[in-house]
């Protein structure tokens, strides 16, 4: 028995429609979504993460046809939450909706929780305010790795002193020492009051490393 021919088009629609009922995404206008790659984040604002202060805030931004926030707006339990969600809105890519094939102005709506699950009794990295640290590029050439250990005594306003570092490779234990040491800080807190602390951080220098990540993971 043949089966009759069935035109390109129609097999197209019979798989697409088979057993959900839902109708096709080109029915619609598709709306704006963030550019993954071209993507800015989120940014915990200090005064809050120094607070261990919870909260969250909704943003709704005006998207243009060549994918950028023209105007945002937000709600949020905190006003610096709020800003948080502009600010990363407006330096973030867009991919803009589209009706009938052509790029159109349409809006963009998010909501983000703030958590801050750190323990409050040991100093932590300000990492929105320090960047990462960069990979030796003698270091590269030579292929060398190592996972080095970094002390610091933490003082009461977030300043580091005294590092030391554990054996390793020379260039790798500056490096790690310049790091930690130039990094920027939340203190330790007891009964909600900042105080010294010492403490332990480790890094791992990879030779191996991919080149987007600048040789550290």
């Not at 629609?13 to 963030?34: K, N, Q, R």
């Not at 790795?145 to 300043?159: F, K, M, N, P, Y």
Request: hydrophobic fraction near 40%; aromatic fraction near 8%; proline fraction near 8%.
């Amino acid at each position: 028995m043949r089966l009759p021919l069935i035109p390109p088009a129609a097999a197209i629609a019979a798989l697409l429609f088979t057993g959900t009922g839902h109708a096709l995404a080109e029915d619609h206008p598709l709306g704006a979504m963030l550019d993954p790659h071209h993507r800015s984040h989120v940014i915990y604002p200090p005064a809050e993460l120094e607070l261990h202060r919870a909260g969250e805030a909704h943003v709704h931004c005006t998207i243009s046809a060549t994918g950028v926030a023209t105007e945002c707006q937000s709600s949020a339990s905190q006003p610096d939450f709020g800003l948080a969600a502009e600010q990363m809105a407006y330096n973030s890519t867009f991919l803009p909706a589209y009706k009938n094939g052509v790029p159109t102005q349409s809006t963009w709506d998010n909501t983000y929780h703030f958590k801050d699950t750190s323990d409050v009794t040991q100093p932590r990295i300000d990492r929105a305010h320090t960047s990462p640290p960069h990979y030796p590029e003698a270091a590269n050439a030579a292929g060398l790795g190592a996972h080095l250990t970094v002390t610091c005594q933490i003082d009461e306003i977030g300043v580091a002193h005294d590092c030391t570092v554990s054996d390793g490779p020379a260039i790798l234990q500056r490096a790690a020492l310049a790091y930690f040491s130039f990094a920027r800080y939340y203190p330790a807190l007891q009964n909600g009051k900042p105080v010294a602390a010492e403490h332990h951080w480790g890094i791992n220098w990879d030779a191996s490393h991919p080149m987007d990540q600048q040789g550290f993971r």
